[in-house]
């Protein structure tokens, strides 16, 4: 078992830096401090791991292949690097991962508040005791607060509302129809978990991308590796930082992997509608942007196969050749805008989530509440992200990406650090 704190009444010390957050950004910044022999501490607020352990349905895997799972110090050795780990492989991965260097966590604290004291020492109030720190990484991520729509609170009192992050499995849910509102990774992977048992559902289709999860004999993440596209800083992709805000492609690693093809599930009775706009008399609004927005998820998905196909010719790469995409399905001319939503028995809310750095009490943060930061270093001396999506590269939020974010921080702490031990000397 790893150094857990847990059962100490409270706490209290001085350490050279504070981890926020035991998820694999955590443990990734503890593995490299302490390979260093530089003292830290991780607090937790529920258990290492927590996230994969209690914030995903129960069909939940990865829609990454496995060989993409590379922590500092840890990799994945399975005997299925090409497939997909379903949820409880991921939490025996991250329980593997926490045995092979046992960190020093404290589980069951959570932060109230970081500042700074007169000596620029960081003070962490936390739920058993003050702490205080010459260095601060928050590594909680950045989906902290489950986002509900204002007409949330116009739904019918019959029809029960969880989001996402509440979904376990079909089972957990009252019988009857299903309206689910949003197509993300989350919405649409839950709308198939539903479909595949026979349950009705009616899908709210929005404008977030699809990609295919094969193309010309290989997974896509795989020739997206090859192009070094996971290599690609935010500062040089096409859209900037506004990369940040875009949903993620949907796709799946269910079953082997596969393409989520809302189309297909129109043709097996799933009713699709455009972007959900509004409740008004117990009627669901919906916009007449569901063909825009399928036509413009396919689009994503082709044009990625043509950076492919020109990476293919290129570089002389013999690959076989494969007929492109031809849509399944068309929305009729006469879709339905609205739904009467005495037939939902459910809706489940896939619309994301706000990040919530409430905590941290330094002027950092833009408008949104997004800290202002450079791959993860911010204008705070010692105070540092990591974990964010999008941080630096696409995988930084991810399996892939965070060890290069991480170690990239320790150069950093480990300057910092050097600095002050010269200052005490």
């Not at 596209?229 to 990369?243: A, N």
Request: glycine share 10%; with cysteine.
């Amino acid at each position: 078992m790893h150094a857990s704190l847990s059962t100490n009444p409270s706490l209290e010390g001085h350490y050279g830096v504070l981890i926020v957050g035991g998820g694999q950004a955590g443990l990734s910044m503890s593995y490299l401090l302490k390979e260093k022999g530089i003292s830290h501490l991780i607090l937790e607020k529920n258990v290492l791991g927590h996230a994969w352990r209690n914030e995903r349905w129960d069909s939940f895997c990865l829609v990454t292949p496995n060989w993409q799972c590379n922590l500092p110090g840890y990799r994945y050795t399975g005997a299925d690097p090409y497939g997909f780990m379903v949820k409880d492989e991921i939490v025996e991965f991250m329980d593997g991962y926490i045995a092979s260097f046992n960190p020093p966590a404290a589980e069951g604290v959570a932060v109230l508040k970081v500042c700074r004291d007169d000596d620029g020492r960081f003070v962490v109030e936390t739920s058993r005791g003050t702490l205080t720190a010459d260095q601060v990484v928050s590594a909680v991520g950045g989906y902290h607060l489950p986002i509900m729509p204002h007409a949330a609170s116009r739904m019918p009192a019959h029809v029960t509302q969880i989001h996402s992050a509440d979904y376990l499995n079909p089972q957990s849910l009252p019988e009857g129809e299903v309206l689910v509102v949003g197509t993300g990774q989350s919405g649409c992977q839950i709308a198939e978990d539903l479909h595949l048992v026979g349950r009705k559902v009616h899908l709210c289709v929005g404008d977030a991308p699809r990609v295919a999860r094969c193309y010309r004999g290989k997974d896509v993440v795989e020739w997206l590796d090859h192009m070094k596209y996971y290599d690609l800083p935010v500062d040089r992709h096409p859209l900037g930082t506004g990369v940040r805000e875009k949903t993620n492609h949907y796709v799946t690693g269910r079953d082997g992997g596969r393409d989520i093809d809302l189309r297909k599930f129109a043709l097996e009775g799933m009713q699709l509608y455009g972007r959900f706009n509004d409740i008004q008399d117990g009627v669901a609004q919906f916009g007449d942007d569901l063909k825009a927005n399928l036509d413009g998820a396919d689009a994503t998905s082709e044009k990625i196969k043509d950076s492919i196909d020109r990476y293919i010719a290129e570089n002389g790469i013999d690959a076989p050749a494969e007929a492109r995409y031809v849509p399944l399905w068309e929305p009729p001319a006469d879709i339905a805008a609205s739904l009467d939503l005495s037939r939902i028995a459910v809706v489940i809310w896939c619309i994301g989530f706000r990040t919530d750095f409430s905590w941290i009490r330094e002027d950092i943060f833009d408008d949104r509440g997004y800290p202002g930061h450079e791959r993860g270093v911010t204008a705070v001396p010692g105070l540092y992200f990591l974990g964010l999506p999008w941080q630096y590269t696409w995988g930084s939020g991810r399996f892939s990406g965070v060890a290069r974010d991480a170690q990239h921080l320790l150069e950093h702490i480990e300057a910092r650090h050097a600095a002050l031990m010269r200052q005490a000397a």
